[in-house]
């Protein structure tokens, strides 16, 4: 990923942890410092002693932090825990922070790594699908508050990205179904060609059907198609309404940030929230007669491919549409939806143009399609 000021190596393989100590090693380009291992139990219980004996092996010192396993602990507080760690190891700026985890730890390790003594260096080792093609790429870092979710945050970019999709081998096929949920949303932004590979590499059971080549392959270019559209407006620049600005990554997530918050981020894995949210945006585009119905069908059929999702009829409409307000996607006073005009095609679209029935009956509409 190269753009303005920062440029970063993301690499991707299979079998890659083993040497994870060599790699951050050459990303860093100086002299060992000490690693601070950010992860979780479940995560560093499979591959936490790999990583950390591969860089020992390349001379790191090696301090595992370990935080609670889900979204409810990406919080302020664990990122004050993390701090005092920092802190207690006099960690400095020679130092680095390696994530190894899912989007969960990335984002919080990554936010600590971007406040303490205002910005250390820090490597993403994502270990979930979301992870690798979403989540660990672009810099945006941060935790969730009483407020709604990813509202206190920074933009740090990481100093490299390393991708092993071996580690996918004992992911939850509820985990695998949430990222190539972010993958369709990848795929209905970029175009045909992306939405193609996409939908006929990770329809249900593709991890038995698809080998390692075609893997990396895919992932590759949905990495890819992050890296530019973030390139080319790193921090999300708010009077930027255009169809190649990052807001458009938030395609799906208005619906997607409300359903979780309105399940206490406890129903819901974000990306199958994200699901519903694609499903949802793009019905509410068809109703707003921006989308044919051919391209409706298709992407409904592509995201109901990927495997079931948690059902959404009990959650009552007014709580999810009250969360609305709380989406980062305001600007100043207005909600803005990104909806599509079709695949490859999305608009930035002001919600005061969009008759509140129209929404209501979206909503109503998708939520049964469990
Ligand atoms: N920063 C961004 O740009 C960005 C983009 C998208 C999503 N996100 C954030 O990412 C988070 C979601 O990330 P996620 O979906 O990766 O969830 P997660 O980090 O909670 O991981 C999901 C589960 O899988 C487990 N796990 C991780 N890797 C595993 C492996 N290889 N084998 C077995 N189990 C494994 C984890 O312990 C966890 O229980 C949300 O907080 C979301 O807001 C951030
Ligand atoms: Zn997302």
Redesign the pocket.
Known sequence: LSGRPHRYRIEIGEGLLSGSGDWAASVLGEPAARAVLVS?P??FG??GKTVEQSLKAAGFRVVVWLMG???RF?TWRTAEKLIAELNRERVGRNDIIVAL???????LA?FAAAIHLRGIRFLQI??????MI?????????V?SPSG??LIGAFHQPSGVLVDIA??????ER?IV??AC?AVKHGVLSGSELFERTRSALAAGWRERNGAATTVDLLAEQIAFKARIVMNDETESAGRTDPRSRKILNFGHTLAHSLEKATNYRHF???EAVGYGIMFAAELSKRLELLDSDSLNLINDVVRSLGRLPRADRIGPDLIIGNFAFDKKNIGSELHWILIRGIGDPVVFPGSKIPIVQIRDALNTVSRKT
């Open positions: 979780n479940k995560v499979i591959y396993d889900g979204e990406k985890g899912g989007g969960v730890v990335g984002d990554g994502p270990t979930t699908l979301l992870a979403d989540s660990s790429v672009g810099g945006k870092t941060g969730n979710k990813n580690v996918l081998e004992t992911l939850d985990e949430a990222g972010e894995r974000h990306g």
